[in-house]
């Protein structure tokens, strides 16, 4: 199997606190993971690809500063969001990508973010 | 650009219908990933076509991959209400997965 969880899977924070947002492949090691944002009602949104041992890509219009990633380990990567601000609510999914399989990401539940 | 068009973007059925739904791109791509996302949770992989032409089954599910390899579908006999999700094709670029904007289904006992 190939198994990928998120924690928290919700949270709710108020304007301008950090909130961090950990990833795991619980069966396998990952040295590339990515994280996705998603509004209500529309598709996943590539946020930025994080690399183990090496700073994150970020994808066009997403704020490196903002959006904090860490990838420490094989099985670990983390999203934090800096003073976050209520448009930041969304659902946001990380994936890791299985040595081995063409192209293939297994994602997490997701965690939603709540910000007031 | 190389995007995902999928089609359509809603659909609501009953129970034991047949319904298909489309992803569609301009440009060839070398493999396509079909995802499904229930609320709240992550998408799941159903299935990967690579080869143009090929056709795979998943117990009620048949997908096609185009021959051209610009296209695919997705064909789900007698809908049951568990496969109510949004349906998500993805395509590789660059390492990275490209999706579509998904079909959302609905299927009412």
């Known amino acids: 199997g190939a198994v990928v969880s998120q924690h928290p899977s919700w949270v709710i924070c108020k304007s301008g606190t950090s909130v961090k947002i950990e990833c795991r492949s619980l069966?396998?090691?990952?040295?590339?993971m990515f994280w996705y944002r998603q509004f209500p009602k529309q598709s996943l949104m590539l946020m930025a690809t994080?690399?183990?041992?090496?700073?994150?890509?970020?994808e066009q219009g997403v704020e490196k500063d903002k959006f904090l990633i860490n990838h420490a380990s094989l099985t670990l990567s983390t999203l934090t969001v800096t003073s976050a601000h209520p448009e930041d609510s969304s659902f946001y999914i990380c994936s890791a990508r299985k040595p081995g399989r063409d192209n293939e990401q297994f994602f997490g539940p997701g965690t939603r973010l709540t910000v007031l | 650009t190389q995007l995902l068009e999928q089609s359509p973007q809603f659909l609501s059925i009953q129970e034991g219908e047949n319904l298909t739904v489309y992803c569609n791109s301009s440009s060839v791509f070398s493999s396509l990933q079909w995802y499904r996302q229930e609320p709240g949770e992550g998408p799941v992989l159903l299935v990967t076509v690579v080869t143009g032409g090929e056709v795979k089954k998943l117990k009620r599910l048949t997908f096609q991959f185009g021959d051209a390899r610009k296209d695919s579908s997705l064909h789900i006999t007698a809908a049951q209400p568990g496969d109510t999700g949004l349906y998500l094709c993805?395509?590789?670029?660059?390492?990275?997965?490209?999706f579509g904007k998904g079909t959302k289904l609905s299927v009412k006992p």
């Open positions: 993805a395509r590789g670029s660059q390492g990275n997965l490209i």
């Open positions: 069966d396998f090691q990952a040295t590339t």
């Open positions: 994080s690399n183990e041992g090496s700073k994150a890509t970020y």
